[in-house]
């Protein structure tokens, strides 16, 4: 793959400043996010001419054809220095621009991410549901993708990802590990996740929970015993759940949320924020874990009473993202602006805990 001269340099200066994000759109300098902010790289505006000249020497005829067919496309890229990205082309006025994320050379300790311990617990779970949750840029396939490789460094098994694209490449490890790419190995995730379940795995992890059909394979597959994670655009566990449910109908509906109820063993919900001092970002998450309580409120569509229940449930490692806010505040690892900006209770978020 030939790249640019141009994106070349700001493929390189993005690795110097540990960027999480490249953007590339006409009228405005390039631009990079640094630490959740943006940042323009020069002075110099790009036109749409530059950015046709980038597609042409970065994509291939197959994508270039899939772009002018579909408006829009994410493909991977292996970069000498950036390492590895995510590579996303659409229209703005007629005209392709880009987004380009960097995926990172390694995986992070669940430390060093700020993950809570109960992730792990649910990485272990022989079967069942796991939802990693948040806005995009949220940090959910990084979660998703530190999951897998706990399992792959403890469990004789085999692991299948279906992504859109792949963004960390897994070697095998105690674990047999197959990751297809969208629109590279297959045409969908609700077709890719139907012929998983042919392929004997143990766990099963779908980039996202996007299409109803997805949803309904997905639980099957987790009530049969398999492993699934996931992720989901959701700022809460309640509205995940919701959300889930929700996209259904009728009878339909009602075998969904039996389903869901009977195979979710947890959700995460995340949200990166800027630290106190502006030098890099911090995790506040929210914590739902499937215990008898839980799945009787789902069953019984009583999601008003989701909040309250986390609230209560720290020894089970819940917890609500009110509380994970104001614990990162009274750390002073965030100020109490960002932890108020957040909040969905600012009543609650007072400066005296």
């Not at 994509?59 to 390492?83: I, M, P, R, Y």
């Not at 109803?212 to 996931?230: D, F, K």
């Amino acid at each position: 793959m030939n790249i640019h001269p141009f994106l070349e340099s700001l493929l390189v200066e993005a690795a110097r400043l540990q960027a999480s994000d490249l953007h590339l759109i006409a009228g405005l300098p390039a631009s990079l996010r640094v630490n959740g902010e943006i940042i323009f790289v020069s002075n110099d505006v790009l036109y749409p001419e530059h950015l046709e000249a980038i597609s042409l020497q970065l994509l291939n005829s197959s994508q270039l054809e899939t772009f002018e067919k579909d408006w829009e496309l994410c493909v991977s890229l292996n970069h000498d220095v950036a390492g590895r990205l995510r590579v996303t082309a659409y229209k703005h006025n007629g005209r392709i621009e880009f987004s380009f994320r960097f995926c990172g050379g390694y995986i992070p300790t669940r430390e060093e991410l700020g993950l809570p311990d109960k992730i792990d617990d649910l990485a272990r779970k022989p079967n069942g549901l796991v939802l990693v949750c948040g806005a995009t840029g949220a940090g959910k396939t990084t979660t998703l993708n530190y999951m897998v490789n706990l399992i792959n460094n403890e469990r004789r098994c085999k692991i299948v990802t279906i992504e859109d694209p792949i963004e960390h490449v897994h070697i095998n490890q105690k674990a047999i590990v197959v990751q297809q790419e969208l629109l590279t190995d297959t045409h969908s995730f609700r077709r890719a996740l139907t012929h998983v379940l042919r392929q004997d795995p143990d766990v099963i992890v779908v980039g996202e929970m996007r299409e109803p059909e997805t949803i309904m394979t997905a639980l099957t597959a987790a009530e049969t015993g398999h492993l699934v994670l996931s992720t989901l655009h959701s700022t809460s566990a309640t509205q995940a759940i919701e959300r889930i449910t929700g996209i259904f109908d009728g009878s339909t509906q009602k075998q969904v949320v039996l389903q869901f109820a009977n195979s979710l063993q947890g959700i995460i919900v995340q949200q990166l924020l800027p630290s106190a001092d502006r030098s890099h970002r911090v995790l506040a998450y929210e914590v739902l874990v499937a215990t008898s309580a839980i799945r009787n409120i789902i069953r019984e569509g009583q999601f008003h009473a989701l909040e309250n229940c986390l609230q209560t449930s720290a020894r089970e490692g819940m917890n609500t993202m009110d509380a994970s806010l104001l614990d990162l505040y009274q750390k002073t690892r965030i100020s109490y602006d960002t932890a108020l900006s957040r909040a969905r209770h600012p009543a609650n978020m007072t400066k005296g805990g």
